[in-house]
């Protein structure tokens, strides 16, 4: 009997071997490879965002064939939902966990064209509305949940620079860091006055910790393999000193060169509350963070 349960499990694995994977499919734009088009995208989508937070897929709402094109094109409307994950953050997307509703959830409804480019789906142009759950319907559900600020409010801001020069003050890295931007904002009234709730990412410059505080302006934001990248959370209540948390397992980062963060052409010069998902291809800069390659220890 023993011998016969062994047999059977190698059939099943030399059965399971000898299906095609992904990669052996020839992507021909059919509605039953769907799947392989939106995983895809959500990829592409993902690799070509450069500000504030990773996005997941949620659904597929209806789809377009173009019949008789050569390569095969087909039109997809998506629905991704924003992540708690960073673009800092080095995290594969299927651990990255979705907002809550009381966090003010993200969603994009993304008109994506896949199509066929030597046998592999390939993404070929997308457009994204990005918006935020609607506030007023949270404070229903929710009246004493936080609510998103506008990502250039200045006294949220205060809050952040206030936050980030303790970090620099307490942190034992001896480079300085600046901050690359400011993922999110929320704000929450308490007995003791306005609290910000705030989320950001820094990057290593070519100061030291030392040096810095007399000569900001001349530190530079390192690029290439040589970048160092964080992410913080602070909280500031009333008028007491901001609690800052950094997330120290993905803040040490080694990253190829020639990638860069860019502006959002077209869309907004300043977002409101939330960065939104922007068209592709962006210029050439050496200032945000490209695609990580692997982790760095920290410095000794």
């Given at each position: 009997m023993r011998e016969l349960v062994i047999l059977a499990a190698l059939v099943l694995a030399l059965h399971?071997?000898?299906?095609?994977?992904?990669?052996?499919?020839?992507?021909?734009?059919?509605?039953?490879?769907?799947n392989i088009a939106t995983l895809e995208a959500e990829s592409f989508i993902n690799d070509h965002h450069r500000h504030g937070y990773k996005f997941k897929f949620f659904s597929l709402d209806s789809r377009s064939a173009e019949e008789k094109t050569d390569p095969c094109e087909v039109v997809l409307r998506l629905t991704l939902e924003e992540t708690e994950c960073?673009?800092?953050?080095?995290?594969?997307?299927?651990?990255?966990?979705?907002?809550?509703?009381?966090?003010?959830?993200v969603t994009a409804k993304c008109n994506v064209t896949v199509s066929s480019v030597e046998g592999k789906a390939a993404?070929?142009?997308y457009i994204c509305d990005t918006e935020p759950a609607s506030h007023e319907i949270l404070v229903t559900k929710c009246p004493d949940c936080p609510s998103l600020l506008p990502l250039h409010d200045p006294k949220a801001l205060e809050s952040v620079k206030t936050a980030l020069q303790k970090f620099n003050k307490e942190?034992?890295?001896?480079?300085?860091?600046?901050?690359?931007?400011?993922?999110?904002?929320?704000?929450?009234?308490?007995?003791?006055?306005?609290?910000?709730?705030?989320q950001f990412a820094i990057m290593e410059?070519?100061?030291?910790?030392?040096?810095?505080?007399?000569?900001?302006?001349?530190?530079?934001?390192l690029c290439g393999d040589q970048a160092r990248y964080g992410f913080c959370k602070s909280t500031k209540v009333g008028?007491?000193?901001?609690?800052?948390?950094?997330?120290?397992s993905y803040f040490i980062l080694s990253m190829p060169e020639g990638r860069h963060q860019f502006p959002c052409h077209g869309f907004v010069k300043i977002p409101p509350s939330i960065y939104p998902i922007c068209p592709f291809p962006?210029?050439?800069?050496?200032?945000?963070?490209?695609?990580?390659?692997?982790?760095?220890p920290p410095p000794q």
């Open positions: 399971a071997a000898s299906l095609p994977t992904d990669t052996d499919v020839q992507y021909e734009c059919q509605e039953d490879q769907d960073h673009i800092v953050n080095p995290k594969p997307l299927d651990q990255c966990n979705t907002r809550m509703e009381t966090q003010t959830k993404v070929k142009r942190s034992d890295h001896k480079s300085y860091f600046k901050l690359m931007e400011v993922g999110r904002i929320s704000t929450q009234w308490m007995f003791s006055g306005q609290s910000f709730f705030a410059t070519n100061c030291t910790n030392k040096e810095a505080p007399q000569n900001e302006e001349s530190c530079k934001a008028n007491e000193e901001p609690i800052v948390e950094l997330r120290p962006p210029p050439r800069l050496c200032r945000g963070p490209p695609d990580f390659i692997r982790p760095r």
